[in-house]
């Protein structure tokens, strides 16, 4: 059982981090200047976005239907 949170919490913290690095290059990306600045933080955003919820879904795969 300690193993299933564990998994949970690296899995899920993990995802949760990705998410917020995504919103920042979002803000960033808002208070870039230049276009290719905002396609770089655009395409950042969604790259963070991308890899946040395959996390997530590595985590669930893993869990399976542990939680």
Known sequence: ????????????GTAALLFAMALQ??????????KSA???????FYGGI??????AGV???LLGGAL
């Open 50 to 55: 991308f890899l946040a919820l395959a996390m």
């Open 38 to 44: 905002r396609r770089e933080e655009r395409n950042a």
């Open 25 to 34: 290059a979002l803000a960033d990306g808002v208070k870039a200047t230049t």
């Open 59 to 61: 985590t669930r795969w």
């Open 1 to 12: 059982m300690l193993g299933v949170i564990l998994i949970a919490l690296i899995g899920y």
